[in-house]
């Protein structure tokens, strides 16, 4: 399983290279009188045991307001209670083993333009002594909805799904309703897409190759409509409704989010954890 994990670590660092490309090519292309935003690169480290990544951030942008692009690759062992709640998911091995290595990437995007939708994307592959699995997805997160961006963004993720398995883009779009609904405020934090966790058919190649192709199908599902909404004039009732919105993304994160909860319980870096907060919100 080394040579397994050397793979996919590397294809998550390729495709946060390439993402990052592709968002500073679009603030070059952005309106307005400021300087086209630039990622800022930090390493970060685990506390602890081992491992680390990268942590791109990019504020008060032409497109985007505040962006990051996470990559990461971590091992070690799991605190008594990230273990515990591995125990409880089914993880096997875990009460006897609580070792661990995980590698992915992770975005959100918070964009200037109230019309241009808030977007979170991630894929990861997790290994125990006892199992290993991949998950991630991507959903759309727009305050202002156009159902023609809705559409977009929801058939190049059928698309990419389709060559990987017939029921993958129903049985994980249903998933990503699910797990992106807010139960407190009864309502979903944006229009959804897909999402899957714990993906082991048995074929870590066939497994390793959706997950890519769900990576893939991001920068199509998204630059679009990015680059359509950038421009667009907006009012400030459009900016209120924006940071409204927003205080949705933030309550999530930081309550039912897995994946911020993982990061924090097993020491990783919480900057880089904390990223997908957006840089500014309202509550009513």
């Not at 062992?77 to 590698?103: K, N």
């Not at 190049?156 to 407190?184: M, N, Q, S, V």
């Amino acid at each position: 399983m080394e040579e397994q994990r050397r793979r996919a670590a590397s294809w998550f660092r390729e495709l946060r290279d390439r993402i990052v490309g592709a968002f500073e090519a679009l603030e070059d292309r952005g309106p307005g009188d400021l300087p086209p935003g630039r990622f800022e690169v930090t390493p970060t480290e685990r506390a602890g045991d081992g491992g680390g990544g990268l942590m791109s951030v990019m504020r008060g942008g032409r497109v985007f307001e505040k962006v990051g692009v996470n990559w990461s690759e971590v091992h070690g062992t799991l605190a008594p209670r990230a273990q515990a709640a591995m125990a409880a998911r089914g993880v096997p091995g875990m009460e006897a083993d609580p070792r661990f290595w995980a590698s992915g990437i992770s975005l959100v995007a918070h964009m200037r333009n109230p019309h241009a939708p808030a977007v979170h994307m991630n894929t990861r592959m997790f290994w125990t002594p006892g199992a290993w699995w991949f998950g991630g997805g991507s959903d759309l997160n727009p305050c202002l909805e156009y159902p023609e961006d809705t559409a977009h963004f929801h058939d190049t993720l059928r698309a990419a799904c389709a060559p990987h398995g017939a029921g993958y883009y129903d049985r994980f779009k249903a998933w990503a309703d699910e797990y992106f609904f807010i139960p407190h405020r009864g309502r979903a934090r944006g229009v959804g897409g897909i999402f899957y966790d714990d993906l082991n058919t048995g074929e870590w190649e066939a497994d390793f190759a959706f997950t890519r192709a769900v990576g893939e199908a991001f920068l199509p599902a998204f630059l679009p409509l990015a680059e359509a909404r950038m421009t667009q004039p907006f009012t400030a009732g459009d900016r209120d409704a924006q940071l409204i919105h927003r205080g949705l993304y933030a309550e999530y994160n930081l309550v039912y989010d897995r994946g911020t909860k993982f990061g924090l319980e097993t020491g990783h870096n919480a900057d880089a954890v904390l990223m997908s907060l957006p840089p500014l919100a309202k509550w009513v």
